[in-house]
C-alpha cells in the first residue's frame, strides 16, 4: 500500500468511531424513555439500535486489523463521556433535538476524517455513516412542537447552540490529545485553510438542519 | 381462512410481543451499563438492539394487518412493566442471569402460544424467536463467576427462582385479564392437563438453562 496515511490512524479513527456508536446507543436508549408515546420510544429505540449495527461493523473491521475493540476505544471514552454527560436532554423535545443535531454533527465530521482514509476503511466508515432515514422521525415531531408553541423554539434554538458548543470543544480535545488523528487531518486537508474550511463545512451543515427543525442556528 | 382461532387473539399475541421485546431493549440497554467492561457493555447492547430487530417485525405485521402497533401493545404494558421493576437486578451478574434467563422463559412462553397460531403469524412469531446466539456471551461471564467465587452460586440461584416466580405471575395475571388469550391457550392446549404440560415443558426448559449458568434451579 503507498498510501501515506498511518496504519494506527485508521484505528484511532475506527476506535473513536466505535466508541462513538456504543455511547450514542446508551444515550438514545437513556433518552427513549422520556417519550410521551409509545410509538416515540420505539422510534428512538430504533435509532439506538442502528447505532449498534454500525458499532459491530466497526469493530468487526478493527478485529480483523488485529486490534482488540475494546483497546481501540478506550482512549475516546473521556471526551465522548464528558460530550454526553454535559448535553443530557432534561425533555423529549432535547432529546429529539440531539438525536438529530447530535448524530448529524458525529456523521458529518466523521465522513469529512473519513475521505483522508485509504479504502476498505474509507467505504467502510461512509456506509457506517450512511443516512437510516430514521432522523424524519425527530424532525416531524419537532416542528410540530416548534409550530404548536411559541416559547418552545427559544429555547430548543438555545440547546441546539449548545450541543455544537460541546461538541466542537470537546474534538477540539480528542484530536489535540492524539497526534496520530491531528496528523491524519493537517495531512487531508493540506493546511491550516483547510481545517478552517472543513469546519466551516461541518458548521454549515449544522446550520441547515437547525433550520430543517424550525429552529435558529 | 378456516382456522378456528379469533384474529383479535392473534393481534392480542403480537401485541404483547412486541412491547415485550420494547420493554427488554429499554432494560437490557440499561443493564449494560452495568459491564465492568467494554467488551460486555456493546455485547449487552448487541442483544438490546436484536430485540428492536424482532420489534419492528412485530409491528410491521400488526400495521399490515391494520392495527396500530401502539394500541395493540398498551394493554400490555403494566404487566410487563411490572415484571422489570420487581426484577431490576442490582449487579452485572444478576443482570447477565436476567438477561439469559428471563429472555428464555419469555421466548419458551411465546414460541408455545405461537403454535396455536395459523401462518403466516406463527412463522413469524418462531422466527422472531428464533435463537440469536448473543447468550452465549452472558452464559459464558456467568459460568466463569460462578467458578471463580463459592459465594456466587447460591446468591444467582436465588435470584434466577424470583426472575422465575415473578415471570409466572404475571403471565398469570395477563391471561386473566386477556380472555381471548385464555381461550387460544385452552383451546391450543386441548384442556386444562394441555395447560399443565405447557407450564411444566416451560419450567423444564428453565432448569436446564440455570444447570447451565452452573445454578441451582
Redesign the interface.
Known amino acids: 500500500m503507498t498510501t501515506p496515511v498511518d496504519s494506527s490512524a485508521v484505528v484511532d479513527l475506527l476506535g473513536a468511531l466505535a466508541?462513538a456508536e456504543?455511547t450514542a446507543?446508551?444515550r438514545l436508549?437513556?433518552d427513549?424513555?422520556l417519550a410521551p408515546?409509545?410509538?416515540g420510544?420505539?422510534a428512538l429505540?430504533?435509532m439506538?439500535?442502528a447505532e449498534?449495527?454500525h458499532?459491530?461493523q466497526l469493530?468487526d473491521r478493527l478485529a480483523e486489523l488485529g486490534v482488540d475493540?475494546?483497546v481501540a476505544?478506550?482512549p475516546f471514552?473521556p471526551a465522548l463521556d464528558a460530550f454526553h454527560e454535559s448535553t443530557r436532554p432534561s425533555t423529549w423535545l432535547e432529546g429529539l433535538v440531539k438525536a438529530y443535531v447530535g448524530d448529524g454533527l458525529a456523521t458529518d465530521f466523521y465522513r469529512e476524517i473519513a475521505a483522508f482514509l485509504p479504502d476498505p476503511d474509507r467505504a467502510l466508515v461512509l456506509d457506517v455513516l450512511a443516512d437510516t432515514g430514521h432522523a424524519d422521525f425527530a424532525v416531524r415531531e419537532v416542528r410540530a412542537a416548534v409550530k404548536a408553541d411559541r416559547k418552545v423554539p427559544g429555547r430548543l434554538s438555545l440547546w441546539g447552540r449548545r450541543l455544537v458548543g460541546e461538541a466542537m470543544s470537546q474534538s477540539q480535545a480528542v484530536i489535540a490529545e492524539h497526534d496520530r488523528l491531528a496528523e491524519l487531518i493537517i495531512a487531508g486537508t493540506g493546511d491550516i485553510r483547510g481545517v478552517a474550511l472543513l469546519i466551516e463545512r461541518i458548521t454549515s451543515a449544522h446550520t441547515k438542519r437547525m433550520k430543517a427543525l424550525g429552529l435558529n442556528p
Open positions: 466508541y456504543l446507543f446508551d436508549a437513556e427513549a424513555r408515546t409509545l410509538t420510544r420505539a429505540a430504533r439506538a439500535a449498534i449495527t458499532h459491530v469493530t475493540p475494546a476505544m478506550t471514552v
